[in-house]
Nanobody
């Protein structure tokens, strides 16, 4: 089992930057993949970015070139650097962990952090 705690959200003007952090309660070294998702009011949750334990990354088309996901295994933390923010990036951002144990998979979620992009 793993607990995830997000931080770094807040209010930022369009064109600004934020860095979100997702701190895990245990080592993330062997976690299969970790990711960031977001949910805006009245919309379904959507994938933002994922990073696998081999370092490979995947991004939603809407954030490519603006957002960067990274992981620091020594700190058990995954980051989401968000640049050139737009009002449509406003959402609750949640971190998740995809943990594989043999043939079984387990998904864990953090509580989320609010990001608001507004002038």
């Amino acid at each position: 089992q793993v607990q995830l705690v997000e931080s770094g959200g807040g209010l930022v003007q369009p064109g600004g930057s934020l860095r979100l952090s997702c701190a895990a309660s245990r080592s993330i070294f062997n976690i299969y993949a970790m990711g960031w998702y977001r949910q805006a009011p009245g919309k379904q949750r959507e994938l933002v970015a994922t990073i696998s334990n081999d370092g490979s990354t995947n991004y939603a088309d809407s954030v490519k070139g603006r957002f960067t996901i990274s992981r620091d295994n020594a700190k058990n933390t995954v980051y989401l650097q968000m640049n050139s923010l737009k009002p449509e990036d406003t959402a609750v951002y949640s971190c998740n962990a995809d943990v594989r144990v043999g043939v079984d998979g387990y998904i864990y979620w953090g509580q989320g952090t609010q990001v608001t992009v507004s002038s």
